[in-house]
């Protein structure tokens, strides 16, 4: 896809860019809203109507049927998923349209059908229940969908599984392996009932055995951000900060995670920071936009990035700037809103509609 914003937004200065913002949401008025996801840009967020994580903004697209347009500042699925969720009446936009997911492109279907039909004489769909990440495509949800699953984000993922378990033998949770290993650890799972299904080799890689005794099959998957953190980073932070409290997102690894006071999602850690006694120290980690907004907003808390060393930027939540944003409302009615296709959208509402009625 190619996308290039016009000269005039990408010359425009910063206070330029924000009057021009102010006054295309004057015009429109309450029949638009503007979303935004945690680790957009701070400037971003701050024109955001409701900021939240994967989970609280898809509930927010799903309820408020009195807007007409939704400007989703994310990333594609997170566009995708609020379309899905939508009303006939509402568009969806995405302020920069090359803001993707690169662990949502790591479930091709080509793959996911592949391992579907060797799953086949394992039980397949009687035995098998396809559990996916928000953070995945329209097709994938859809595929979750018409396969009796459901979609979850790191808020719900073990109300998922317990829903998952509670009717199927195994579970085949897609894309990423970190958040169902964790979810696994979390739901009181045993690392030997969890397999990771590698979807480059033959039979994922896996025995007859290893399928038959897990429980878990998780999607060869995971999120670069974050995992670049380390047990080692963690280490090194409690030798120099005795008194730190670390909280880190459920996409980290595992041992990252054991390691860490607390995990969740991008709310739960924005919560743990609000929450936490003035004077705290807090070392966060996950994506480094949401860190440095929540250092700025509680100057009273000693809060940092856990790492140190990388920086742990997600490039997609970072494309969409003040200038996308005032294109898009200056310019939304002449451009390309983000529109699942029937029957993908009637299946990936079904899997999303169960991650809504179980939370
Ligand atoms: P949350 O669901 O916690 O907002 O996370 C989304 C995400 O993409 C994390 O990398
Ligand atoms: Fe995707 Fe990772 Fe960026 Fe989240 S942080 S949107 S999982 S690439």
Avoid at 32 to 49: K, M, P
Avoid at 175 to 186: A, S
Avoid at 313 to 333: G, H, I, P, Q, S
Wanted: charged share 25%; glycine share 6%.
């Amino acid at each position: 896809m190619y996308f290039s914003l016009p000269t005039e937004y990408r010359e425009a200065s910063v206070d330029e860019l924000k009057d021009r913002i102010r006054l295309a949401r004057e015009r429109v008025g309450d029949r638009l809203t503007i979303l935004t996801h945690h680790y957009q840009r701070v400037e971003v967020v701050e024109f955001g109507d409701h900021l939240g994580d994967s989970y609280g903004l898809s509930k927010v697209a799903a309820s408020r049927k009195d807007v007409e347009t939704i400007i989703f500042c994310g990333v594609h699925f997170m566009a995708e998923a609020a379309d899905i969720l939508a009303a006939a009446h509402q568009k969806v936009y995405l302020p920069n349209p090359l803001a993707g997911c690169p662990m949502a492109d790591m479930a091709d279907m080509v793959d996911v059908l592949q391992a579907w039909d060797y799953l086949k004489q394992f039980g397949g769909e009687k035995k098998i229940m396809p559990i996916s990440y928000m953070n995945t495509t329209a097709s994938l949800k859809a595929f979750t969908g018409k396969h009796g699953g459901l979609i979850c984000t790191s808020s719900n993922a073990p109300a998922a599984f317990k829903y998952g378990l509670e009717r199927k033998d195994k579970v085949f949770f897609f894309p990423d392996e970190n958040l169902g290993y964790n979810t696994g650890i979390k739901f009181g799972l045993k690392p030997e009932q969890m397999v990771i299904w590698d979807f480059a080799r033959e039979g994922g890689g896996l025995s007859e055995e290893q399928i038959d005794r897990a429980t878990i099959i998780l999607w060869k998957g995971h999120c670069h951000v974050h995992i670049t953190f380390t047990a080692e980073h963690v280490r090194l932070t409690r030798e120099q900060y005795p008194d730190v409290r670390i909280v880190v997102h459920p996409e980290c690894p595992p041992n990252v995670v054991a390691a860490a006071d607390a995990n969740g999602s991008t709310s739960f850690i924005v919560d743990y920071c609000r929450t936490a006694p003035p004077g705290s120290t807090i070392a966060i980690g996950t994506e480094i936009n949401l860190v440095s907004r929540m250092a700025m907003q509680y100057p009273d808390k000693k809060i940092f990035e856990l790492s140190g060393l990388t920086c742990p930027v997600c490039a997609n939540m970072y494309r969409t700037t003040l200038n996308d944003l005032a294109y898009c409302l200056e310019n939304f009615t002449d451009l390309e809103p983000i529109m699942v296709p029937e029957p993908t959208k009637s299946d990936a509402l079904v899997a999303l509609e169960k991650m809504l009625e179980i939370t």
